[in-house]
Each structure stands twice: as C-alpha cells, then as structure tokens.
C-alpha cells in the first residue's frame, strides 16, 4: 500500500541516487527563494528606516554556493544590511568565506574574533589555535571602525593577557 500504516496519509519515498549528492531546494528553486529574500530584505529596510540601525550577517557554515552568494548580495543592496567577518566559522568552513567577504569589505560592519582548534572547534582562547589572530585583528583594525568582539573567557583571563601584552609588543 502506498498510504502511511499509522496516520492513512499517502506515502512519498524519495531516494537519492547518489549519497555524495546534495540538492539544496533553494538553489533549485532560486528564483523562488530571491524572490522571498528581496521581500524581507524590503520589509527590513522600511521597518528600520533611517534609525541608523544595521543588520550585519554573519558567516556561519560557508558561503561557497552560490544561491547564497547571490541572496547576500541582494540584502547588501540595502543600506541597512551589512557583514560580520566571523574568523572561526571561516576556519571550520574550510576559509571558504574570506574571500566573499573581503570582495564586500566595504559592507563589513563587524569582526567576531576568536581562535580555533584542528577538527572545527572554535571559540577558543586567543593565541591557542591554529589562527593567525595577528592578522585578523589588524585586519579589522583597518577595516571596521566601528566595532569588533574578541572573545575572552574569565577563567582563561591570564592567557588572554599575555597573549594580548605579545601582540600589542610585537
């Protein structure tokens, strides 16, 4: 029977033919997906008006596809939309971030800083990972006037220092 045994619905089996193969519904439906994007991005812009409110978007598990790309690029028609630079969700996304967000550097609002460790941890302390955090905070430093978060965690409060005293030395 084709009807689910518990609740009497019909049934629809969907097989993939290949495991290594990922369908995305919005990138198979872009046109659709941009189309609700444009619309909240729209909606966004009237609520936030001229109140000097920004949202900044921030990377979180790659933007390598490039329905993706394409939405970020339509909420940065916007003046309120804007991107957060997230150093450790780059590193876990394979550094496949950077470069998009250093093609819209001029839209970059705000850098979350903070070290990683090999096999994808993130949030980590300062000067303890596989991070060039030099560079990331001299980056930011050039790049975003207004505001960055570095991480610091209370209980690591002597590290953090000393990795920052080092920094500030150099």
Same mark, same amino acid.
Do not use: W
């Given at each position: 029977?084709?009807?689910?045994?518990?609740?009497? *619905?019909?049934?629809?089996?969907?097989?993939? *033919?290949?495991?290594?193969?990922?369908? &995305?519904?919005?990138?198979?439906?872009?046109?659709?997906?941009? /189309?609700?994007?444009?619309?909240?991005?729209?909606?966004?812009? #009237?609520?936030?008006?001229?109140? /000097?409110?920004?949202?900044?978007?921030?990377?979180?598990?790659?933007?390598?596809?490039?329905?993706?790309?394409? *939405?970020?690029?339509?909420?940065?028609?916007?003046?309120?939309?804007?991107?957060?630079?997230?150093? !450790?969700?780059?590193?876990?996304? /394979?550094?496949?971030?950077?470069?998009?967000?250093? #093609?819209?550097?001029?839209?970059?609002?705000?850098?979350?800083?903070?070290?990683?460790?090999?096999?994808?941890?993130?949030?980590?302390?300062? !000067?303890? /990972?596989?991070?060039?955090? #030099?560079? &990331?905070? *001299?980056?930011?430093?050039?790049?975003?006037?207004?505001?960055?978060?570095?991480?610091? &965690?209370?209980?690591?409060?002597?590290?953090?220092?000393?990795?920052?005293?080092?920094?500030?030395?150099?």
């Amino acid at each position: 029977s084709d009807r689910d045994p518990f609740y009497g *619905a019909p049934v629809v089996v969907v097989v993939l *033919a290949d495991r290594n193969v990922r369908t &995305y519904v919005y990138a198979e439906n872009e046109d659709f997906y941009l /189309g609700k994007m444009r619309q909240f991005r729209d909606a966004v812009t #009237a609520a936030i008006g001229d109140s /000097g409110i920004k949202v900044s978007i921030e990377n979180t598990d790659g933007y390598d596809l490039p329905f993706l790309q394409h *939405a970020l690029e339509l909420l940065l028609e916007s003046p309120v939309f804007g991107l957060t630079f997230d150093i !450790g969700h780059n590193y876990c996304a /394979g550094d496949m971030d950077e470069s998009f967000i250093l #093609a819209h550097q001029d839209r970059l609002t705000h850098f979350h800083i903070h070290d990683c460790v090999e096999g994808k941890k993130d949030h980590r302390t300062l !000067g303890t /990972g596989v991070l060039d955090v #030099a560079r &990331y905070l *001299a980056l930011a430093k050039e790049l975003v006037k207004n505001r960055n978060v570095v991480e610091f &965690y209370p209980e690591l409060h002597d590290k953090h220092q000393a990795f920052c005293l080092q920094l500030y030395d150099s």
